[in-house]
């Protein structure tokens, strides 16, 4: 039995609790969880179970999806301190961030810690989608990567990112970029590239093509698939844009339940020499 169901069987009926999310997210001093409307009611108690956990300072209700170019999440803080902005230890690294701003998948936190032990010594890594610094800050400093190219759209997740480069010490190797991937992101100069988003990857992957050094390398492509096409779509679409080139197929995985019906899958595909 969860958490959340042992400590508010007193104040729940047996209906209520069933309603229970089966989990919650914590990054950083901030628990998060969805209620459904009929829960709605008790969030009060739902919040003081989650402020009783040690180290929880702040309760927060996501309140919708995440939206926009930028990926914002939508939360509304419930209990205890108005602060959103935490730092999140995760894989021996530290990301700063503000959970109210931008978004830290909770659920991605295997893929990684996968993606970092992938990279072998002097690759470059161009990572298009780069947020905080999810994969980029793992990879500098579990790998030993010669360059990694962090592209960030969104200012303010760009803020942290530079921030997170600061405070994990991988300068050196990490070059923030700010601005669309599509234009910012270097041409002909990758082994590996990380497409982390979901939504509009796809139209993304001719570009992402055109990133790999000429010898070719790897695509971590990310896409949210409806389950019964959950590998068969993103691998046309990887396919597809790599039109003349060979395409090998290293691995395909499910990472979560994006919504009821839909799968998040990651595939790794090498593209062979242009
Ligand atoms: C869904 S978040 C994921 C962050 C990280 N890759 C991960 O998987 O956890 C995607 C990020 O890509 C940024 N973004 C969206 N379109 C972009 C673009 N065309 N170029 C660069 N960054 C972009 C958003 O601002 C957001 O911070």
Do not use: W
């Amino acid at each position: 039995m969860g958490y959340l169901r042992t400590a508010l069987r007193d104040s729940l009926t047996a209906e209520e609790l069933e309603l229970l999310p089966s989990g919650f997210d914590r990054i950083g001093h901030v628990a998060i969880l969805a209620l459904p409307p009929q829960l709605l009611p008790k969030s009060a108690d739902v919040a003081r179970a989650l402020m009783r956990l040690k180290g929880v300072r702040t309760v927060a209700l996501r309140e919708g999806p995440i939206v926009g170019r930028y990926r914002r999440p939508q939360l509304r803080v419930i209990a205890g301190e108005q602060v959103t902005e935490t730092v999140h230890k995760e894989h021996g690294c530290l990301f700063k961030l503000d959970m109210a701003q931008v978004m830290f998948a909770a659920g991605n936190l295997h893929e990684r810690g996968r993606i970092a032990k992938l990279v072998r010594p002097g690759e470059v890594v161009v990572d298009m989608f780069a947020g905080i610094g999810q994969f980029s800050i793992p990879i500098a400093k579990h790998a030993k990567p010669r360059a990694v190219y962090a592209i960030e759209l969104n200012p303010t997740a760009y803020r942290y990112l530079c921030e997170n480069i600061r405070i994990n010490r991988v300068g050196p190797v990490v070059n923030p970029l700010f601005g669309d991937c599509a234009e910012v992101a270097p041409r002909g100069a990758a082994d590996r590239v990380i497409m982390g988003i979901l939504h509009v990857a796809g139209r993304y992957l001719p570009i992402a093509v055109q990133v790999l050094k000429p010898a070719g390398g790897v695509i971590h492509y990310h896409e949210s698939v409806p389950t019964p096409l959950r590998f068969e779509r993103p691998v046309e679409r990887i396919a597809a844009a790599a039109a003349a080139r060979d395409v090998e197929i290293l691995g395909r995985r499910v990472i979560k339940r994006f919504a009821p019906g839909v799968d998040h899958v990651v595939i790794d595909a090498r593209i062979g020499p242009a």
